[in-house]
């Protein structure tokens, strides 16, 4: 997030999903990203072109199927699962 967050004139990041919304809001709204919980929350906004998915590995598949099913972009760190 810190090298694309106000750098990129392409990308910029507009929600966060966490697990405690409140525990990183103060991180998020410095950036001028909208702390949210659960994914659906930004899965439902359609205003978001696209997602990110930094998460542990163990959540990756399930997350990028859900993520996909909108018909928008998923940018997954890898692997991609760890199962196949």
């Known amino acids: 997030m810190n090298s694309v967050q106000g750098l990129s004139v392409v990308v910029q ?3 966060s999903v966490t697990r405690d919304p409140n525990a990183s809001k103060k991180v998020c709204m410095r950036r001028g990203i909208i702390p949210v919980e659960p994914l659906e929350a930004a899965l439902s906004e359609y205003s ?3 997602f990110v998915r930094a998460t ?3 959540l990756h598949s399930d997350q990028v199927i859900k993520c996909a099913l909108p ?4 940018v997954v760190e890898k692997p991609l699962a760890l199962t196949m």
Not at 71 to 74: A, F, H, L, N, T
């Open 56 to 58: 542990p590995h163990s």
């Open 13 to 15: 990041f507009g929600m």
């Open 71 to 74: 018909r928008k972009p998923v």
């Open 48 to 50: 978001i072109d696209g």
